[in-house]
């Protein structure tokens, strides 16, 4: 089946505790993308990936690392999270971004305290 | 910067009938895309319609079509014969191409709930 994994799905956390939030999809997408989704506030794009290796930045990247090191993943890398960072986020792919349609993660939801 | 507006926050329609979302945007370039997804209850973000800025034909899905107008930059959805299955966030979505990269502006939604 096609689709997009995102782990964990739910994840409580503490101010400053480093954590990953794994992306994975499985339809040999070139295209992948971070969102956070907050009230009132509908999905912003944190950073994007066109194909391995290459990354680049979203509207609201501050906080946030990725890494491209395979086609299929595309991990989220909080390294000291910070309660403004509570949101839900969602792992999109795409076969090349632009007109494609993006296929997108269950959605995980993070809180930090 | 490009800007997406979805100027409604909550609208409701009775089943059967037809609704229209509204979505302008803000751009200077001439090469892009517009989506429209929905969010329903279970955080499931699903592609509901596409359109192509330079395609002056308006895209149709089955009961949901577009009224793109390019030069007002105007993108609404209109629903018609609504199900109750249609209740969800919709969201409208623009895709920048032409600088090579493909960033996504997404706007704040619209919660629609469908009456029985």
């Known amino acids: ?113 | 910067a490009q800007t997406v507006t979805q100027s409604q926050p909550e609208m409701s329609v009775q089943e059967a009938e037809t609704v229209t979302l509204s979505c302008t945007y803000d751009t200077s370039e001439s090469n892009y895309y517009l989506f429209w997804y929905k969010q329903p209850p279970s955080r499931q973000m699903i592609l509901v319609i596409r359109q192509e800025a330079y395609k002056q034909q308006n895209a149709t899905e089955n009961r949901f079509s577009v009224n793109f107008q390019k030069a007002a930059k105007s993108f609404s959805l209109k629903i018609s014969d609504s199900q109750l299955g249609d209740t969800a966030m919709y969201f409208c979505a623009f895709a920048r191409t032409t600088s090579g990269t493909y960033k996504y502006i997404f706007g704040t939604g619209t919660r629609l709930k469908v009456l029985a």
């Open chain 1, 1 to 113: 089946e096609a689709q997009v994994t995102q782990n964990p799905r739910y994840l409580i956390t503490v101010t400053g505790k480093k954590l990953t939030v794994t992306c994975s999809q499985n339809m040999n997408h070139e295209y992948m993308s971070w969102y956070r989704q907050d009230p009132g506030l509908g999905l912003r794009q944190i950073y994007y990936s066109m194909n391995v290796e290459v990354t680049d930045k979203g509207d609201v990247p501050e906080g946030y690392k990725v890494s491209r090191k395979e086609k299929r993943n595309f991990p989220l890398i909080l390294e000291s999270p910070s309660p403004n960072q509570t949101s839900l986020y969602f792992c999109a792919s795409s076969l090349r971004g632009g007109e494609y349609e993006q296929y997108f993660g269950p959605g995980t939801r993070l809180t930090v305290t």
